[in-house]
């Protein structure tokens, strides 16, 4: 058989547009290079607060009481976030309402991480979490597109 020109452009379109949209999704828990790569970023950079297991701190009385990290795994507040919010504020850290940085709050990881890193970190952070969690954030994110900017799917920020 013949292939129709038609359809072979209709291919070709199909894969561009599987590619554009794949782009879109700076984060894919099935990539396992991204995950294990965000596993040492957050080691590395995010244990230290969040807890090696995503649990929270070891030993929260070392912060301040209005600024303990939060857990981040499955029982954290995180997954009601999309990952723009999640990575506007990796990149950004604590900052008060007129988007200073609040003294000993998080630091902000955009002055020392790729955007490559933050993508990954959240990749990590929601691998820990069930396939059933996953999907339901992943409702937030409609296409990582700037419309989440704003508000992350969750009014503050
Ligand atoms: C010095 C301690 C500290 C470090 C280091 C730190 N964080 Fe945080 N993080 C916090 C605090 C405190 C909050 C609470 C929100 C706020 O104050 O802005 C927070 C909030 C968050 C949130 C929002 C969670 C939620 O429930 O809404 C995410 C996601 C997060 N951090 C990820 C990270 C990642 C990823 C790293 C490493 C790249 C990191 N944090 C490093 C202290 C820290």
């Known amino acids: 058989m013949r292939k129709s020109p038609i359809l072979s452009l209709a291919f070709g379109a199909a894969i561009l547009f599987a590619v554009a949209a ?3 999704h700076p984060v894919d828990t099935g990539n396992h290079r991204q995950v294990s790569a ?5 080691l590395e950079n995010c244990a230290e607060c969040h807890g090696e297991t995503l649990r929270g701190p070891v030993n929260p009385a070392k912060f301040p009481r209005n600024l303990i990290p939060p857990r981040l795994d499955e029982r954290g507040h995180g997954s009601h976030h999309s ?51 996953q999907r339901k954030q ?9 419309e989440n900017k704003k508000t992350g799917g969750h009014g503050r920020k």
Do not use: C
């Open 38 to 42: 965000g596993k040492k970023v957050y």
């Open 22 to 24: 794949n782009a879109t």
């Open 83 to 133: 990952d723009q919010y999640m990575f506007n504020q990796i990149s950004a850290g604590s900052e008060d309402k007129g988007g200073k940085p609040v003294k000993d709050g998080m630091p902000a990881f955009g002055f020392r991480l790729h955007d490559a890193q933050i993508w990954a970190v959240i990749s990590y952070i929601k691998s820990r979490w069930p396939a059933s969690l």
């Open 138 to 146: 992943n409702a937030l994110n409609p296409g990582h597109g700037p």
